[in-house]
């Protein structure tokens, strides 16, 4: 078995705890030194990192920025009511990139964190991913 754990850089730590508890109604779990913060509520820890804006994450990496950037791993957060979960995402400072979708297994709302992180909200209909899933 794999655990899964979300780890999110960010240049502030006191901001994102404020941002993703608010966003997500996650709560801190255990405070990891001065600068990463577990947070508990999903189905797995995320983990808050507060790293420097230009620091430089891996070799061959460009320094870290937190305007809006794009990367092909992102957070999508399942929902109950997704209409609720956007009013109190966008409330905590989370913009709207695009309007809700409406696709066979479900809804979705694209987001963004006030740190440039890209995530999606979604909430399933009653059969969900099974709606397109292939039978064989």
Not at 6 to 34: C, H, K, M, Q, W
Request: net charge negative; glycine share 14%; hydrophobic share 45%.
């Amino acid at each position: 078995m794999v655990s899964l754990l979300v780890n999110i850089d960010v240049p502030d730590i006191e901001a994102s705890v404020t941002f993703y508890t608010r966003a997500l109604g996650l709560t801190v779990g255990r405070r990891l030194g001065a600068s990463v913060v577990e947070l508990v509520g999903g189905s797995s820890p995320i983990y808050l990192l507060e790293k420097t804006a230009g620091s430089v994450p891996g070799a061959g990496v460009g320094g870290r920025r937190y305007g809006r950037h794009w990367t092909p791993v992102h957070l999508d957060v399942a929902v109950e009511d997704l209409d609720a979960a956007l009013a109190r995402a966008v409330e905590a400072g989370a913009v709207r990139e695009r309007e809700v979708e409406a696709h066979a297994w479900g809804r979705i709302g694209y987001l963004a964190d006030p740190f440039g992180n890209g995530f999606c909200l979604l909430q399933f209909s009653a059969r969900g991913y099974d709606a397109i899933a292939d039978a064989g």
